[in-house]
């Protein structure tokens, strides 16, 4: 059982930085998940934990140790791969026992030690199978065996479903959960899934463009997002968002037509700025046109889920989605009113995408002027 | 899918394939052709007629115990040649594999000794190796008479064998490289994360990944030092001191065309050919079994 420090560290490619500065302290059996997009530096961040990449800057302290220069057999961390990097030319059981072989356990125990790992991954009938004789789900299986058998410390997983079809992802997430409980080694999960996040991990990481945009459990950054972008990355559709300014009688103004009243007082020196909006699709109502208090609103096209559906709506140009739980009453073209509730808004500033809490019951966030 | 030329008729086909089929067959088929009918008739050195004599020249071959020594010489260099050349190779890439910067250089200049023609290559190692001048005659300054290909046999046997190391190295290496370039980067990782070291890495991930590529070396080198070595031997050591290097290429080259028995050098042409043709047949069904794991 281990903790992670993250300081300060940063990665740069020659010239290229990709990753900024990052912080971040991960508890002895806490299961994490760094999100993002690609190319925002989250399996370059874990690779360094790993000791696969060097560190450009700043330190990795794992279990109190200071693991810069230790190569990545030093460090106990286990790992599992994206394309599961499984030994082509050994069977299952050499695979998962190699970690074994080297470390120089006798051959009884390693074969006692393979063949329980074998049972709790669920492949105790094909340890004398090659992998190129298995299926995705079954290769995946032999990639944990192999990080689960020398009862690792650390976890760290790197985007490892994203090779599975849709169904053998939601099983292999739950499997994955499951097997945390049991082990509770503190686990790292890189994956650009927003739903793979919020299912799997204790606290989720956000990142973008090489910086960690906010830590927070899963329902903190559902229901405060602390950027605009992670507003916009995390949750399915993603939140609506829109640019406007705030009058002086604290009234969100989009256009002449779409106006949002925004709960409380609101800080004097947010009048007359650019603010950006958010609002969820599930926050969201559709009401008749014209309704008092509505916005309009011409009906795009209708997502059709099943449990529910999205309603796309068009505000003269910016897309805008309502999710529903009853069937839809409207039809492609329909004009509709958008209703939204004040308490459901979230507000960023339009420079910097921060959250603005503001809203007089916090204290005001200076806005440049 | 694959991309086709077609003729609307069959002559214009033809036509196109003509001087390649021209090629093969005037250079390969009717030359073996020949032999093959000369390894059978005892042919006049000067023209005029040959006679058929069945297998009379083979058997006087077999009973040569000159042939049974160019027979085994050719075993040793072959043996020789392709473990240095190999084994070099192999460290060569490894090392050069774990640093790749400049392997594009590498993989130009190490090309280059296989594209030298064997006498040129033959004359430079002569100067190279030479007892009284070459870099080895400071061995000779310290101890008087210790390397002399010109005398001593195995020395010759030796020389003749790095030379011809030296110009299947780099052809190796390219391979070689290419095959570990080839391994998914994350299977060393993962190896690394089990634990395991640079060393342990190689023998136990990148070497079994790599045989497919050493077969094929295997079967390339042995069969080209039975026959690319000619050259090597005509111009370092004539095939002396003393036949010690007298490999079964020169020895038909010698017997044809300095001892004008080209009725016998026909015959050691078959009976090299099928040697080479056993040696390749041998290798892809015993050894070539054992090496995929797909």
């Known amino acids: ?369 | 899918m694959e991309k086709r030329a077609t003729f609307s008729s069959t002559t214009i086909g033809l036509l196109f394939a003509a001087p390649m089929l021209v090629l093969i067959f005037v250079f390969f088929y009717w030359p073996s052709g020949q032999a093959l009918y000369w390894a059978f008739t005892l042919e006049q050195p000067w023209g005029g007629g040959n006679t058929w004599v069945g297998l009379q020249n083979f058997r006087q071959l077999l009973m040569d115990p000159y042939y049974w020594g160019a027979i085994s010489r050719s075993m040793v260099f072959g043996l020789g040649a392709t473990s240095i050349a190999m084994g070099v190779a192999l460290l060569l890439a490894l090392f050069t594999d774990r640093e790749m910067r400049g392997h594009k250089a590498y993989r130009s200049i190490f090309i280059w000794p296989y594209a030298i023609a064997a006498p040129a290559l033959g004359l430079a190692f002569r100067f190279i190796l030479a007892p009284e001048a070459g870099f080895l005659s400071l061995i000779n300054q310290i101890w008087p008479g210790l390397w002399n290909p010109a005398l001593d046999g195995t020395d010759a046997m030796i020389a003749v064998i790095v030379a011809f190391s030296w110009k299947y190295i780099g052809y190796n290496f390219i391979f070689f490289l290419s095959a570990l370039q080839s391994i998914p980067r994350s299977l060393i990782e993962a190896a690394a994360m089990d634990g395991s070291g640079p060393m342990r890495r190689m023998w136990d991930i990148q070497l079994p990944l790599l045989t497919p590529t050493l077969f094929f070396l295997l079967v390339i080198n042995i069969t080209e030092s039975f026959q690319d070595s000619f050259g090597i031997v005509d111009i370092m050591t004539q095939g002396g001191p003393a036949r010690a290097t007298e490999l079964m290429v020169y020895k038909i080259y010698f017997d044809g065309f300095k001892g004008l028995d080209y009725s016998g050098a026909a015959a050691q042409s078959i009976i090299l050919m099928g040697l080479v043709v056993l040696l390749t047949i041998v290798q892809f069904r015993f050894v070539e079994r054992r090496v995929h794991y797909k």
């Open chain 1, 1 to 369: 059982m281990s903790s992670i420090a993250i300081k300060g560290v940063k990665k740069a490619y020659a010239k290229n930085a990709v990753v900024h500065g990052v912080d971040l302290e991960i508890a002895t059996g806490e299961f994490i998940v760094i999100l993002g997009p690609s190319g925002c530096g989250k399996s370059t961040l874990l690779r360094m934990i790993a000791g696969l990449e060097d560190i450009s800057g700043g330190e990795i302290w794992i279990d109190g140790k200071l693991v810069n220069k230790m190569e990545p057999r030093a460090r106990g961390c286990a790992m599992v791969f994206q394309n599961y990097a499984l030994y082509p030319h050994m069977t299952v059981a050499e695979n998962i026992g190699y970690a074994l072989k080297v470390a120089g356990v006798p051959k009884a125990e390693r074969m006692k030690r393979v063949a329980a790992t074998a049972k709790v991954v669920g492949l105790e009938a094909f340890l004398d199978r090659r992998p190129a004789a298995l299926s995705g789900g079954q290769r995946q299986r032999v990639a944990m065996g192999r990080a689960i058998v020398r009862e690792p410390k650390v976890f760290l997983f790197d985007e490892p479903l994203s090779n599975l079809d849709a169904k053998l992802r939601v099983a292999m997430r739950a499997e994955i959960r499951r097997l945390h409980r049991r082990l509770g080694a503190t686990s790292v999960f890189v994956t650009h899934d927003q739903t793979e996040a919020m299912t799997l991990g204790d606290r989720l990481v956000v990142m973008n463009g090489g910086r960690i945009e906010q830590v927070g459990t899963p329902a903190e950054v559902y229901n405060r997002p602390a950027t605009r972008f992670v507003a916009n990355f995390v949750g399915s559709p993603s939140m609506n968002l829109m640019e406007g300014s705030i009058d002086r009688h604290g009234v969100f103004v989009y256009d002449e037509q779409r106006r949002i009243p925004l709960p409380g007082a609101i800080d004097a020196r947010l009048v007359g700025h650019k603010v950006t909006l958010g609002v969820r699709a599930e926050a969201a109502r559709l009401v008749a046109a014209g309704t008092p208090g509505s916005l309009p609103a011409t009906v795009d096209f209708i997502e059709e889920l099943g449990a529910g559906r999205v309603v796309h709506t068009d505000f003269d140009g910016l897309s805008f989605a309502v999710a529903l739980s009853d069937p839809a009453a409207f039809e492609t073209g329909d004009t509709v009113g958008v209703m939204i509730d004040p308490a459901d808004v979230h507000l960023f500033s339009a420079e910097s995408g921060a959250r603005i809490n503001a809203l007089a019951q916090l204290p005001p966030v200076p806005v440049a002027s």
